[in-house]
């Protein structure tokens, strides 16, 4: 009548804790990798800086690049928050987000402004995004994008209507 025992509570926390750890370690290999790229695009290395931003992504989605790039930022929105705690959602899309930031950063340095503004706006778009979806009372990590910075690098044309709505919910 009744099936075979559920088993204990201790038995599940191994799992999750290893997961835990696997994604702490992820986060930790991935802000060293954006330290990495920030460097190499400090220094003149946009090209080294954008490879950097795929070892990044790559680690970051645990996909292949060409994996990771034929799908949407809607996709990639989706792909590191669902299932994950509030916190580490959170933590994965403001990486992202930073990625994104300085990806755009070594393209402006390249001098590819389309690419430039796509990776800026995108970068803006997760940010903003992470206010609304994942609230927090903490501030935000370090290596997280600054509105007011990713505005500027915007400023030259005007902002796409989901993005403007985005910044006026964040505003409010």
Request: aromatic share 8%; net charge negative.
């Amino acid at each position: 009548m009744h099936g075979a025992p559920l088993p204990a509570r201790r038995d599940f926390f191994p799992m999750i804790t290893s997961r835990r750890d696997y994604l702490l370690r992820i986060i930790d290999e991935v802000g060293r990798l954006l330290t990495r790229l920030v460097f190499q695009r400090r220094n003149g290395r946009e090209k080294e800086a954008l490879q950097s931003v795929v070892e990044a992504c790559e680690r970051l989605f645990g996909r292949a690049a060409n994996e990771v790039f034929q799908f949407t930022p809607e996709q990639h929105f989706l792909m590191l928050t669902q299932g994950e705690a509030t916190e580490d959602a959170r933590a994965k899309i403001l990486l992202y987000a930073a990625l994104n930031a300085e990806a755009g950063h070594a393209y402006r340095g390249l001098g590819n402004e389309a690419m430039a503004r796509n990776s800026f706006l995108n970068a803006l778009r997760f940010t903003l995004r992470v206010e609304k979806e994942f609230p927090s009372s903490d501030a935000p990590p370090d290596y997280a994008p600054k509105i007011p910075e990713l505005l500027e690098a915007l400023k030259e044309q005007p902002l796409d209507p989901e993005t403007t709505e985005l910044l006026r919910a964040a505003q409010s």
